[in-house]
């Protein structure tokens, strides 16, 4: 009869349905946006690559809003897609180096609109 009870939630530590990995290890987005935000096909994320002093290249990414996109999540996951620091803005986020062709690409991956 112990098979019965195979497969339950108790005999492993919780994987991601989607991905299949652990939960801590998952990276998936969230299944459920928090209420107030707006979908991403909703949204168009403007990209460019802007020149600073002394050279440095950054990625910045405008058009979406504080209220309508949890900025630092999508920041923290944008710095560990790029590998590289940023900056949230007050319409967007900023990531240090030329990543303009990646971002956009993930950006489009999570569903948003992008233009350069
Ligand atoms: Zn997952």
Same mark, same amino acid.
């Given at each position: 009869?112990?098979?019965?009870?195979?497969?339950?939630?108790? +005999?492993?530590?919780?994987?991601?349905?989607?991905?299949?990995?652990?939960?801590?290890?998952?990276?998936?987005?969230?299944?459920?946006?928090?209420?107030?935000?707006?979908?991403?096909?909703?949204?168009?994320?403007?990209?460019? %690559?802007?020149?600073?002093?002394?050279?440095?290249?950054?990625?910045?990414?405008?058009?979406?809003? %504080?209220?309508?996109?949890?900025?630092?999540?999508?920041?923290?996951? %944008?710095?560990?897609?790029?590998?590289?620091?940023?900056?949230?803005?007050? +319409?967007?986020?900023?990531?240090?180096?030329?990543?303009?062709?990646?971002? %956009?690409?993930?950006?489009?991956?999570?569903?948003?609109?992008?233009?350069?």
């Amino acid at each position: 009869m112990s098979r019965l009870f195979a497969g339950t939630p108790f +005999d492993r530590p919780p994987h991601c349905e989607r991905c299949e990995r652990l939960e801590t290890e998952c990276t998936c987005p969230p299944i459920d946006p928090p209420s107030k935000s707006i979908p991403p096909e909703k949204q168009t994320a403007r990209l460019l %690559a802007e020149r600073r002093k002394k050279g440095k290249v950054v990625t910045v990414v405008r058009g979406l809003s %504080a209220e309508g996109n949890d900025l630092p999540d999508l920041l923290t996951r %944008a710095k560990n897609h790029c590998g590289a620091g940023g900056t949230v803005h007050e +319409d967007g986020f900023e990531i240090q180096g030329d990543h303009l062709t990646r971002l %956009a690409a993930w950006l489009s991956e999570l569903g948003y609109r992008t233009k350069r």
